[in-house]
């Protein structure tokens, strides 16, 4: 059994998910959460030892104040950003059908990817506040940078919570349409043959 940072209920409280929806479908979406998003936050070292305490029921009152203050909001913004699609549909025997009821209507596709970003949003601020709280607080959280193990399986925790594509910049000529295939390849594209 997976050690869970919020309940069920702390997400029906805490957001815009009703009481009506099973907790059966909000369990795999939070520990998803957690070993998606907020593993490579705080690193290997620190979620085991944190994972340790929860489940020996001795949690240190520094990791109460992680836990109560910063982990919990992030991974309750972490799992409604990954609920949005699941619980728009259903899954049967026959069929995956999307959700509707008599006084209402399912939203569109554009709508739930819009919900999508800004709970995406919320959650790298709440994770970003995690960051800078462990950063600020070394002697409190030594686990937070020391990595232990030398394993492919050890993840060291991230800079940063924020996430963004990389620029590739503009084509020479903005008016020259250039197949995808060869815009950054040789003379074509942006790299400079000189280089």
């Known amino acids: 059994m997976s050690v869970l940072?919020?309940?069920?209920?702390y997400i029906k409280d805490n957001s815009y998910i009703d009481?009506?929806?099973?907790?059966?479908?909000i369990t795999p979406l939070i520990i998803?959460?957690?070993?998606?998003?907020?593993?490579?936050?705080i690193g290997t070292s620190l979620w085991n030892d944190l994972i340790s305490q929860i489940t020996a029921s001795s949690v240190s009152t520094d990791y109460q104040d992680l836990l109560n203050n910063y982990l919990q909001k992030a991974t309750l913004w972490w799992?409604?950003?990954?609920?949005v699609l699941p619980l728009s549909y259903k899954f049967t025997n026959k069929n995956v059908m999307q959700k509707s009821s008599d006084n209402s209507q399912p939203a569109s596709m554009p709508d739930l990817i819009k919900l999508k970003d800004q709970f995406t949003q919320n959650a790298e601020y709440y994770c970003e506040r995690v960051t800078r709280h462990l950063r600020a607080n070394p002697d409190k959280f030594p686990l937070y940078l020391q990595i232990t193990g030398n394993s492919l399986e050890t993840i060291r925790p991230e800079g940063t919570a924020y996430n963004t594509g990389m620029y590739l910049g503009k084509p020479r000529d903005p008016n020259k349409k250039i197949p995808f295939s060869e815009l950054y390849?040789?003379?074509n594209g942006l790299c400079a043959e000189d280089i």
């Open 5 to 9: 940072f919020i309940s069920e209920k």
């Open 79 to 83: 799992t409604l950003a990954e609920a």
């Open 185 to 187: 390849q040789g003379k």
């Open 19 to 25: 009481n009506n929806v099973e907790d059966k479908l």
């Open 32 to 41: 998803l959460a957690q070993d998606k998003h907020i593993l490579p936050i």
